[in-house]
């Protein structure tokens, strides 16, 4: 079975530039969910999507930040611009409808010069 | 809003050695209650969870977990570990009540675990 795929697996950019994430979740599952993991902060929920519709958006960092999921076999997560202290790992992650585990993707690692 | 503690950071065993890791949740109502494994330059997996039933849960590689309301924890265990077994362990939490859809989950802050050979 294809799992969450998430591409790029690395993104280096400078400081200022915009960076796109993109997660396709697992067909037939209805929730969507970003997360940002640091060493500082661990893992923290972005937001997250139900049915292409955004649920919980109040792990959001900042207005830098903005997710879409126009349709239910596709995700970004959008950073611009981007600053140093985004770098971090991304993580997406798919459920079916219910209290279903997620399955998480293979993240992207992203480092901001 | 419900947290997630765990309070063993690092922990480092030898190949054998029995393991434990503590979680405690804070949250008074029903829970759903997850245990994932991150091994090194990896996603997070499900290693086991517990919805309702049988608070004495088992999951793959031999690792199973209690449940005990009473304590609010959702202890992860191993009776003998192997080197394999190097990796994050990360608690995590859901409500099981829904309020607009959603189980969102609340991690904790991660046991890294060392086994030595």
């Known amino acids: 079975d294809a799992g969450v795929i998430q591409s790029p697996r690395h993104e280096v950019t400078e400081m200022g530039q915009e960076v796109t994430l993109r997660c396709k979740p697992i067909s037939g599952h209805d929730y969507l969910f970003w997360y940002r993991q640091t060493m500082m902060r661990g893992l923290e929920l972005l937001i997250y999507f139900n049915n292409n519709v955004p649920i919980d958006d109040s792990g959001m960092p900042e207005d830098r930040f903005s997710a879409k999921m126009p349709n239910a076999s596709f995700s970004t997560l959008k950073i611009q611009p981007s600053e140093p202290r985004d770098s971090a790992v991304y993580f997406c992650?798919?459920?079916?409808?219910?209290?279903?585990?997620?399955?998480f993707g293979d993240g992207t690692r992203l480092s901001i010069l | 809003a419900q947290s997630v503690s765990q309070h063993n950071h690092h922990v480092i065993l030898s190949e054998a050695a029995s393991l434990e890791l503590g979680c405690n949740y804070s949250y008074g109502g029903t829970v759903n209650l997850f245990w994932y494994v991150q091994y090194p330059g990896q996603h997070l997996q499900l290693l086991l969870k517990y919805f309702s039933g049988d608070p004495l849960v088992k999951g793959i590689k031999g690792f199973e977990a209690e449940f005990i309301k009473s304590k609010f924890s959702f202890n992860l265990r191993k009776p003998s570990v192997q080197w394999s077994d190097t990796a994050e362990y990360f608690c995590?939490?859901?409500?099981?009540?829904?309020?607009?859809?959603?189980?969102?989950?609340?991690f904790g802050t991660g046991t890294q675990l060392k086994v030595e050979l």
């Open positions: 995590a939490v859901t409500t099981g009540y829904f309020t607009g859809g959603g189980n969102k989950l609340t």
């Open positions: 992650a798919s459920s079916s409808t219910g209290n279903q585990p997620q399955h």
